[in-house]
């Protein structure tokens, strides 16, 4: 079946650096898509979204790209910090007429080091 | 306000007994997702509620687990005959009636089927 992925499920930077996460999607009829943060013992939390209209939405020192041409979702963090130190995961879902229900990559295991 | 919450925060129980795990949503939300999250992997989807509609139960593992949702607030996830690969991380999101809508995620139920 079709599923959300990501290619790496660890990253390593030190503090201060630029972090990239990514993720690869296959289900082409996904327009919409969520990146999450989930601290040890915590629940996952909203990070930002993007839809499918989108190639790039910003946030607070977050910025996510989307290349629908390869399927491709990435998360970038700009000056990576201790507090950054999580596993970040992406979901894909569809607008309305499709399923409420959010897919879920892996996730992947951000550490910063001081 | 409040958020999601969840009880209790950790459970340990012994190999067939029974088990019921709270989530209690914010205020308003029509949408109720139940998630289990294994060791170092991604969020598995269970069981969704929306409002008064059938829930969707397509995620439920087995026909050992069951969840309900009284008055259109609490929901209880009950594990039956719980078996030692139950254990797991059990997350509960609510969100407003919309695909697009954030989900917000509780702390989770870390169980331990010995």
């Known amino acids: 079946g079709e599923s959300v992925g990501l290619h790496l499920p660890t990253l390593s930077v030190q503090e201060g650096d630029n972090s990239i996460i990514n993720c690869a999607y296959s289900?082409?009829?996904?327009?919409?898509f969520i990146w999450y943060k989930q601290e040890s013992g915590k629940g996952p939390q909203f990070i930002i979204d993007?839809?499918?209209?989108?190639d790039k939405r910003q946030g607070q020192r977050v910025t996510v790209l989307l290349n629908k041409t390869v399927k491709h979702l990435s998360l970038q963090i700009a000056a990576t910090q201790p507090g950054d130190s999580a596993v970040y995961f992406c979901?894909?879902?569809?607008?309305?007429?499709?399923?409420?229900?959010?897919?879920f990559g892996r996730g992947t295991s951000l550490i910063v080091h001081p | 306000g409040a958020g999601v919450s969840q009880s209790p925060s950790n459970k340990v129980t012994e190999k067939g007994k029974d088990v019921e795990l709270r989530c209690d949503p914010i205020?308003?939300?029509?949408?109720l997702y139940w998630y289990r999250q294994s060791l170092g992997q991604g969020l598995e989807f269970l069981i969704y509620?929306?409002?008064?509609?059938?829930?969707?139960k397509s995620g439920l593992p087995s026909d050992r687990f069951s969840a309900e949702r009284t008055g259109g607030s609490v929901s209880t996830l009950t594990i039956q005959r719980t078996q030692q690969e139950d254990s797991a991380v059990y997350l509960c999101?609510?969100?407003?009636?919309?695909?697009?809508?954030?989900?917000?995620f509780g702390p989770g139920t870390r169980l331990t089927v010995l």
């Open positions: 509620f929306q409002g008064n509609s059938a829930p969707d």
């Open positions: 979901a894909e879902n569809r607008l309305p007429g499709g399923s409420y229900i959010p897919t």
């Open positions: 205020s308003g939300h029509t949408a």
């Open positions: 999101a609510s969100s407003s009636d919309s695909s697009t809508d954030t989900q917000y």
């Open positions: 289900n082409s009829a996904s327009d919409y």
């Open positions: 993007i839809r499918s209209n989108m």
